[in-house]
């Protein structure tokens, strides 16, 4: 079973219309990311936390929400969908301090928005 | 401001053909450089994490190298398999969260 998953991995929706998408892992990892890819933008930060207790705006929060109900659960939340968040999602997790930092995709939600 | 920039944006090779990709930061303090490979419509894959200059690691055909202001993933005799985009980020100690590059999309041809 994979680590980090995402559901739905496909959606479309209208403009307009609330939209969660979550993020499951089994990684035990305390931190957790909700990242948008655009074609020629790369990877940007949304929201993260860092525990349970813990959320921070990233970036490009504008229009997004989230919910860290479990140390293995992080939701994101488009409240009012418009077009141009049409783009691929992708959840992260990563382990708290030490040497090692590096972060863990899940296979991404592909979303658009009509 | 931590930045990332990846050069080329896309490269070609036949296979066998061997070939660096470069990325280029700036960053307040540097806690890691990570290489991600991605595949289309799939999550980043981690590669790699370089944490000081000179550091260097490989795994298979790929190499990366890390200097103070750049890091390489040398792709020696590269196979078709190895087309994927690969992305470059880097974790400063001003920040708690990866900065990241647009990539370099790689296309190995047989």
């Known amino acids: 079973d994979a680590d980090v998953t995402q559901t739905p991995r496909n959606r479309i929706t209208k403009t307009g219309k609330r939209i969660m998408l979550e993020c499951s892992q089994t990684?035990?990892?305390?931190?957790m990311y909700w990242y948008r890819q655009d074609p020629g933008l790369g990877l940007r930060l949304i929201y993260y936390?860092?525990?349970?207790?813990?959320?921070n705006k990233g970036e490009i929060s504008d229009g997004y929400s989230v919910s860290r109900q479990a140390q293995a659960k992080f939701s994101l939340s488009l409240e009012s969908a418009i077009p141009n968040q049409t783009a691929l999602y992708f959840c992260?997790?990563?382990?708290?301090?030490?040497?090692?930092?590096?972060?863990?995709f899940g296979p991404g939600t592909r979303l658009t928005v009509l | 401001e931590d930045q990332v920039t990846q050069s080329p944006e896309a490269l070609r090779l036949q296979e066998g053909e061997s070939s660096s990709l470069n990325c280029s930061y700036t960053?307040?303090?540097?806690?890691?450089l990570f290489w991600y490979r991605q595949d289309p419509g799939k999550g980043p894959e981690f590669l790699f994490t370089?944490?000081?200059a000179g550091e260097e690691k490989e795994k298979e055909r790929l190499k990366a190298t890390l200097t103070k202001k750049e890091s390489f993933l040398h792709i020696t005799a590269p196979k078709p398999e190895d087309s994927a985009t690969y992305l470059c980020?880097?974790?400063?100690?001003?920040?708690?969260?990866?900065?990241f590059g647009t990539g370099t999309r790689l296309l190995v041809s047989p």
């Open positions: 992260a997790t990563s382990d708290w301090g030490g040497v090692h930092n590096e972060q863990f």
């Open positions: 990684k035990g990892h305390d931190r």
């Open positions: 936390s860092f525990d349970v207790k813990d959320i």
């Open positions: 960053v307040s303090g540097l806690r890691g």
């Open positions: 370089l944490y000081s």
């Open positions: 980020a880097v974790l400063g100690t001003g920040f708690q969260k990866l900065v």
